[in-house]
Nanobody, 124 residues
Framework: QVQLVEFGGGWVQAGGSLRLFCAAS????????MGWFRQLPVKERDFVAT????????SYADYVKGRFANTRDNAKNTVYLQMNNLKPEDTAVYYC?????????????????WGQGTQVTVSS
């Protein structure tokens, strides 16, 4: 079973930056897209960003557009989420996920593989 390992979360003041990393335990693992989602306690998981491996095409939730950047390194089979100008409302557990499906990649239901989550806390 492929595992996704993510790290890079932490605490930052509003306006600051963090960079999240996500890599598959099996470097030969191939997926169609990698997504980022975030979740607060007792709330549903929200879409943040996604990137298609072969094209590098990205999609972002409106509330992170212009602030977050989703990139990938094909050689390392790693994706990155650069988060700039962070706001207190960005505080959440962030998850990376992988999907083999090319459809509805902004919907968490198509993602089969999930990371363990990393906490991002932004103070005002």
């Amino acid at each position: 079973q492929v595992q996704l390992v993510e790290f890079g979360g932490g605490w930052v003041q509003a306006g600051g930056s963090l960079r999240l990393f996500c890599a598959a335990s099996d470097r030969t693992f191939c997926s169609y897209a990698m997504g980022w989602f975030r979740q607060l306690p007792v709330k549903e998981r929200d879409f943040v960003a996604t990137i298609v491996w072969y094209s590098g095409s990205t999609s972002y939730a409106d509330y992170v557009k212009g602030r977050f950047a989703n990139t990938r390194d094909n050689a390392k089979n790693t994706v990155y989420l650069q988060m700039n100008n962070l706001k207190p409302e960005d505080t959440a557990v962030y998850y990376c996920a992988a999907t083999l499906s090319g459809a509805s990649i902004t919907w968490d239901g198509v993602y089969r593989y999930w990371g363990q989550g990393t906490q991002v806390t932004v103070s005002s």
